[in-house]
């Protein structure tokens, strides 16, 4: 089964990149909320989108796993600290178990949805809700990744999300554990947040396979305090994409955002990302879509990601 999704990708025209040359850009305000972009040229391609349930798409080898995980305890997504204290701790062992990693630390998150947006909510305690991303894209790159984790190796600056959990001078992971470091990744873990199943704005995947390095441009997050970089996508009709009907409240999908094994990062571009077997793969493009399926009257979607750094 599947259905056509929407989706906007960078057009044609604009010229590949791995890495940063200041030409595609967003800005973030010191709460983390958009704030413009600049430089980007866009067209929207219709593709079909297949269901995921009956694929067996897994992490390592595709980008995106679906995992059951009911909450333990009842969450208020919208305030900030008990989604830090008590369900990030969650979110790091759905990933410690997929994944097998010694070390998985949770580092950020966002909570998503169009109405919540267009009506200026904003997480009691953080940042405002933000709308699904209609972008195709994949949230680091092969400068982004591992300096993102030595960021996060450093005391807290003043745009992260966990400064105020921290001591003063205090990392969220120990600079000790990035001295030889094996393998890392970063692993995104999503969740429906309402009560109904979600049909507007569903997320999809595109599997890692299918992507090569000429369908990347480097696009540019410019916070307070740093820039941070993804990767968005120009079209390729290779491009095979997948998505989860009707997700609950009770599962959340496993996004590979980078992984320093795959193809892609061992290689720095160069010998491209095509398939092995013997490796997993380095991430996966993906995208809120409209999907004409949809009914009119649909409740609206409301989602979270959190963000964890793997260390294996």
Not at 183 to 195: D, K, L
Not at 292 to 307: G, K
């Amino acid at each position: 089964m599947s259905t056509t999704g929407s989706f906007n990708y960078l057009a044609a025209s604009v010229q590949p990149s791995l890495y940063r040359n200041g030409r595609v850009l967003t800005r973030r305000d010191r709460n983390g909320s958009d704030s413009g972009t600049e430089g980007l040229v866009m067209e929207r391609i219709n593709v079909a989108v297949h269901d995921a349930r009956g694929a067996a798409c897994t992490l390592e080898r595709n980008g995106f796993e679906l995992r059951a995980a009911p909450l333990r305890d009842p969450v208020d997504f919208l305030q900030h600290e008990p989604v830090v204290r008590g369900y990030y701790p969650q979110c790091a062992e759905l990933v410690r178990q997929a994944t097998g990693a010694r070390h998985v630390f949770a580092f950020d998150h966002n909570v998503r949805s169009a109405q919540g947006n267009k009506r200026r909510a904003r997480i009691d305690g953080g940042q405002a809700v933000q709308p699904p991303a209609h972008v195709v894209h994949g949230d680091y790159t092969l400068s982004s990744a591992w300096k993102r984790l030595q960021d996060l190796s450093a005391p807290a600056k003043a745009n992260d999300t966990l400064r105020a959990f921290l001591a003063p001078g205090e990392s969220l992971i120990p600079p000790a554990l990035l001295t030889d470091v094996r393998r890392y990744a970063i692993i995104n873990v999503w969740r429906n947040i309402a009560e109904t199943k979600v049909a507007v704005h569903p997320l999809a995947f595109c599997d890692a396979q299918t992507v090569d390095p000429e369908d990347l441009v480097v696009f540019e997050i410019h916070y307070a305090d740093r820039i941070g970089e993804n990767y968005f996508a120009r079209y390729a009709q290779r491009h095979r994409w997948y998505y989860y009907p009707a997700l609950t409240r009770e599962e959340v999908v496993l996004i590979k955002q980078w992984d320093s094994d795959g193809p892609l990062a061992r290689t720095q571009g160069q010998a491209g990302d095509a398939s092995r077997p013997d490796l997993p793969c380095t991430f996966s493009f993906h995208s809120a879509f409209v999907d004409p399926e949809t009914p009119p009257d649909a409740p609206d979607r409301w989602s979270i990601e959190v963000r964890c750094a793997v260390i294996y």
